[in-house]
């Protein structure tokens, strides 16, 4: 049981992968747009700031270096995060699922026990999902929506599971017409990537029990 409950922080994102996020091929109507999704704007400058603040973070830790090498399409992968965040909100709307501030004090509180403590924890994300210790409420927050999506619709650990939510998260993505400034690559509807990049930390659990990977491979 403690096994489970280590990895369900990354459970949540590993049942994200095989979704057919679908886009439309961007163009220059957006000018200083990173993306368009569901009308809304997510700004270069945004996405800037973003990989700014990992950077930042990265470099402070006696392993930077290392960090930073390993996530060289840091600029893809906070595009993909915001898109993504996008796509499991509106797929939340549809099937009525919310989350409470009790809610995400309390998953948090959870996370944190499991990781054994508010620094491991940040350190975790930061090491294998390149979030920035200010980014942290939002991811965290969206694993939360994720796992009550989930548990609403009835999509378990299990490759049946697996198709419930990608179907939902399918059907969210085609109703928020996704469109990507090409600095930034194009969206891949079947291999869920953006340009070349996918994200290291998004495994697809194959069966039951199956402990997710976490090492960024």
Not at 67 to 76: A, C, P, S, V, Y
């Amino acid at each position: 049981m403690h096994r489970r409950r280590r990895t369900a922080i990354i459970v949540s994102a590993a049942l994200l992968v095989a979704a057919p996020l679908l886009a439309a091929c961007s163009n220059d109507a957006h000018p200083g747009a990173a993306a368009v999704v569901g009308g809304d704007r997510i700004e270069v400058s945004t996405v800037q700031a973003n990989v700014k603040d990992v950077r930042s973070a990265q470099e402070s830790t006696p392993e930077g270096a290392q960090l930073i090498k390993d996530t060289g399409q840091l600029g893809r992968a906070k595009l993909y995060e915001l898109i993504v965040a996008k796509v499991v909100e509106r797929a939340a709307d549809d099937a009525g699922v919310s989350v409470s501030r009790k809610d995400i004090q309390d998953g948090r509180a959870g996370f944190v026990q499991q990781a054994g403590g508010e620094e491991q924890l940040a350190a975790m994300y930061l090491q294998q999902r390149g979030v920035a210790p200010d980014q942290l409420n939002d991811v965290v927050r969206r694993d939360i929506l994720v796992g009550k999506l989930a548990a609403a619709i009835g999509a378990t650990n299990t490759p049946e599971g697996q198709q419930k939510l990608n179907k939902a998260f399918s059907a969210a993505a085609k109703g928020l017409d996704i469109d990507v400034n090409p600095r930034f690559g194009a969206w891949n509807s079947q291999k869920l990537e953006l340009g070349e990049y996918k994200a290291p930390w998004i495994t697809q659990v194959t069966k039951q029990e199956q402990p997710v990977p976490t090492d960024g491979a």
